[in-house]
């Protein structure tokens, strides 16, 4: 069934941005913060068993410096700097086996996946690279209230902070076109796109499918499904900290960095999915700074396109990357 409104009026909803007044003061630092503690990124030639893909394990650095890890994949024989798609992963996932991340090499781009800190461990991606820093204090099962009372402690800050230091990395790799970098995911992975959407400048272009993290108050009143969930779970159990975590939430809100974000877009949605609903997408998408376009699934839930929207991303880029 349909979870939220008409789609005539998704397509006008547009609601206040609430932001804090040291939004960008605070991700300046963070970011500042991650660069004076970067240590050179390794990527490591990694025996895939694949005729036709050069697979590299790579570990560079993330939030406060700390360690993360990824794959970069090439067509084989590459020897020239090609553009290159920064992937980011759905909730639970980690970057798993470099087997699985076919479809940007085989389109004759570089392909650099981040592993999300502290998740791969979900039955389906597996992930390696562990998060250092908890956050304190207790919280749900899961990530989304990992240290949400204050936003310097919050999950995503860390996992946000990685996702731009992972475009920094892959710009600096010789075979990789700085000037040509695209970022994508779905679900969670959407929700990290648009963070890096509104943090990175000179992006060639933005991806977020079936997007996660965006309009934080509305997806916890108009849906029981995880993850959103998990911050029902906490607020019904904390209820002298409600105001708390939403007002850590702001920092870290779809909806903020889109009206920062300027590449070019193509969205995705899905009308019946309850895990992300459509509103909560269409306030990210209806707020985007930059020239946009959304594919509408109206018949499915959060999958939404699936192998459809591949093939559009696919289609997209490379009309996008030829002009």
């Not at 697979?55 to 794959?71: E, K, L, M, Y």
């Not at 992937?87 to 570089?110: D, I, K, Q, T, V």
């Not at 996992?159 to 970022?183: C, G, M």
Request: aromatic share 12%; proline share 7%; net charge negative.
């Amino acid at each position: 069934m349909l979870v939220d409104w008409p789609l005539e009026q998704l397509r006008e909803y547009r609601p206040g941005r609430d932001e804090p007044g040291d939004f960008d003061d605070f991700w300046t630092a963070t970011l500042e913060q991650a660069r004076a503690k970067a240590a050179p990124a390794t990527f490591v030639p990694y025996d895939s068993g694949l005729a036709t893909v050069e697979v590299f394990d790579v570990t560079f650095s993330g939030f406060d410096g700390q360690p993360v890890r990824g794959w970069f994949l090439l067509p084989r024989g590459t020897t020239q700097p090609l553009p290159c798609v920064v992937e980011y992963l759905g909730y639970g996932n980690g970057r798993g086996l470099p087997h699985e991340w076919l479809h940007w090499s085989a389109a004759g781009y570089a392909n650099f996946v981040m592993d999300t800190r502290g998740q791969g461990s979900a039955g389906s991606l597996v992930g390696v690279t562990p998060d250092p820093d908890p956050g304190g204090g207790p919280q749900t099962p899961g990530f989304m209230t990992r240290g949400v009372t204050d936003p310097a402690t919050y999950y995503y800050r860390r996992v946000f902070t990685d996702a731009v230091r992972a475009v920094e990395t892959a710009r600096e790799h010789p075979l990789v076109d700085a000037s040509q970098v695209v970022i994508g995911g779905a679900s969670q992975g959407g929700g990290i796109t648009l963070a890096v959407a509104g943090l990175v400048e000179g992006l060639a272009g933005a991806m977020p499918d079936v997007p996660f993290l965006c309009h934080y108050r509305r997806a916890t009143e108009i849906t029981d499904a995880y993850p959103y969930y998990e911050l029902v779970t906490y607020c019904r159990t904390h209820r002298d900290e409600v105001d708390q975590v939403f007002a850590t939430l702001r920092y870290f809100d779809g909806v903020n960095f889109a009206a920062r974000a300027t590449a070019p877009a193509l969205f995705s949605v899905a009308l019946m999915d309850a895990v992300c609903p459509p509103s909560t997408v269409f306030a990210a998408y209806n707020h985007y700074a930059g020239e946009k376009e959304i594919s509408i699934w109206p018949y499915n839930g959060h999958e939404g396109g699936a192998g459809y929207q591949r093939a559009a991303q696919i289609r997209y880029l490379a009309k996008l990357l030829k002009s």
